[in-house]
């Protein structure tokens, strides 16, 4: 019987590439990029492509979050031949002090959210993000009273999938691993981890990406959860 639910958050509760883009939408109009001829849809592209290869070099440790957060734009600006320094500082600190304030959730969250909580689970949160920001997002949203615990690692001082941060969300959860399940989109560090930590798990999985993986089950749409969770 399943007692606690611990969800990630970003990309699995909170729509992080709907906030990421109506945040850059705003500063590059502030910044008016267009009067340079650059088109939004370029930039980014080329902004996906330089963060995204910034967070594998994150991953394998390469490169320090608070230097990925200055490079990406850096980069980005270089590459589309508009680079200032003060350009980098704007988009730098600005995405960062933007973007967790969007409220943008995934279709079906808080109605999800309310089923579980109707039927008494206890619900926490385990994020790899920085704890400000992660706060942040939960308060500016309205979902923070749903959660018992939020589990950063910041504070634990590992990422998912390492098993010692689902130990330490049971722990300060007070639960079990046999009645605890993990929800969240990311196969490696959600499923794979909880999977190692003896956790069961749901694969949130929107675009039915294929893999190999054995999972407790598999759902494509928010609102399918609790059906899958109750039974
Ligand atoms: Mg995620």
Same mark, same amino acid.
Do not use: C
């Given at each position: 019987?399943?007692?606690?639910?611990?969800?990630?958050?970003?990309?699995?509760?909170?729509?992080?590439?709907?906030?990421?883009?109506?945040?850059?939408?705003?500063?590059?109009?502030?910044?008016?990029?267009?009067?340079?001829?650059?088109?939004?849809?370029?930039?980014?592209?080329?902004?996906?492509?330089?963060?995204?290869?910034?967070?594998?070099?994150?991953?394998?440790?390469?490169?320090?979050?608070?230097?990925?957060?200055?490079?990406?734009?850096?980069?980005?600006?270089?590459?589309?031949?508009?680079?200032?320094?003060?350009?980098?500082?704007?988009?730098?600190?600005?995405?960062?002090?933007? #973007?967790?304030?969007?409220?943008?959730?995934?279709?079906?969250?808080?109605?999800?959210?309310?089923?579980?909580?109707?039927?008494?689970?206890?619900?926490?949160?385990?994020?790899?993000?920085?704890?400000? =920001?992660?706060?942040?997002?939960?308060?500016?949203?309205?979902?923070?009273?749903?959660? /018992?615990? =939020?589990?950063?690692?910041?504070?634990?001082? =590992?990422?998912?999938?390492?098993? /010692?941060?689902?130990?330490?969300?049971?722990?300060?959860?007070?639960?079990?691993?046999?009645? #605890?399940?993990?929800?969240?989109?990311?196969?490696?560090?959600?499923?794979?981890?909880?999977?190692?930590?003896?956790?069961?798990?749901?694969?949130?999985?929107?675009?039915?990406?294929?893999?190999?993986?054995?999972?407790?089950?598999?759902?494509?749409?928010?609102?399918?959860?609790?059906?899958?969770?109750?039974?």
């Amino acid at each position: 019987m399943i007692k606690h639910v611990f969800f990630d958050l970003d990309h699995t509760l909170w729509d992080f590439d709907k906030n990421s883009r109506e945040t850059l939408n705003e500063l590059f109009e502030e910044a008016k990029l267009e009067e340079q001829h650059i088109r939004f849809n370029d930039f980014m592209s080329v902004y996906k492509g330089i963060n995204d290869s910034l967070w594998d070099d994150y991953r394998k440790g390469n490169v320090t979050k608070d230097e990925l957060r200055v490079v990406r734009f850096g980069k980005t600006l270089k590459q589309l031949g508009v680079y200032e320094k003060s350009l980098e500082a704007f988009f730098t600190e600005e995405y960062i002090r933007r #973007s967790p304030l969007k409220e943008n959730l995934i279709p079906g969250t808080l109605k999800t959210l309310r089923t579980l909580q109707e039927k008494e689970y206890n619900m926490h949160i385990i994020t790899n993000g920085f704890r400000e =920001v992660q706060y942040t997002k939960l308060t500016k949203t309205g979902l923070s009273p749903f959660f /018992k615990n =939020v589990i950063t690692s910041d504070e634990v001082g =590992v990422n998912k999938p390492d098993r /010692k941060i689902f130990h330490t969300a049971l722990r300060i959860a007070n639960a079990k691993q046999t009645s #605890s399940i993990m929800i969240g989109d990311h196969l490696l560090a959600d499923i794979i981890g909880a999977r190692q930590a003896g956790l069961k798990q749901g694969y949130f999985n929107p675009m039915n990406k294929p893999h190999s993986e054995k999972v407790t089950f598999e759902f494509a749409l928010m609102d399918e959860l609790p059906r899958l969770i109750i039974r």
